[in-house]
Nanobody, 125 residues
Framework: QVQLVESGGGSVQAGGSLTLSCVAS?????????MAWFRQAPGKEREGLASIGFLATTAYSDSVKGRFTISRDSAKNTLYLQMNSLRPEDTAMYYCAAGSSGCRHDRPESSCAYWGQGVQVTVSS
């Protein structure tokens, strides 16, 4: 069982930056998990943003590539999402997700067995 707790959300003006954190409670460590970030805006479907795999390989959706960076600190069991050049359309609830294998932002949500409670990001113009 893995518990995920996000933090770092808030309000920022367009062009600003935020870093989201997701602390994982797991006995084996985040390095053995595949992890991803998703977001859901009001009235829209959940959107996959970025993934990080066992070998720390990363992948991004086109909507955030070049602006967002996913990373993890195995010593702290923490996943991060550094978000730069934020836009009003980035306003959403952001979720981290994890799985023993196959959890990716570009796969169905069912590929991720564990989910955090979400954190709100609001970008004003």
């Amino acid at each position: 069982q893995v518990q995920l707790v996000e933090s770092g959300g808030g309000s920022v003006q367009a062009g600003g930056s935020l870093t989201l954190s997701c602390v994982a409670s797991t006995s084996t460590g985040v390095r053995y998990l595949s992890m991803a970030w998703f977001r859901q805006a009001p009235g829209k479907e959940r959107e996959g943003l970025a993934s990080i795999g066992f070998l720390a390989t990363t992948a991004y959706s086109d909507s955030v590539k070049g602006r967002f960076t996913i990373s993890r600190d195995s010593a702290k069991n923490t996943l991060y999402l550094q978000m730069n050049s934020l836009r009003p359309e980035d306003t959403a609830m952001y979720y981290c997700a994890a799985g023993s294998s196959g959890c990716r932002h570009d796969r169905p949500e069912s590929s991720c067995a564990y989910w955090g409670q979400g954190v709100q990001v609001t970008v004003s113009s």
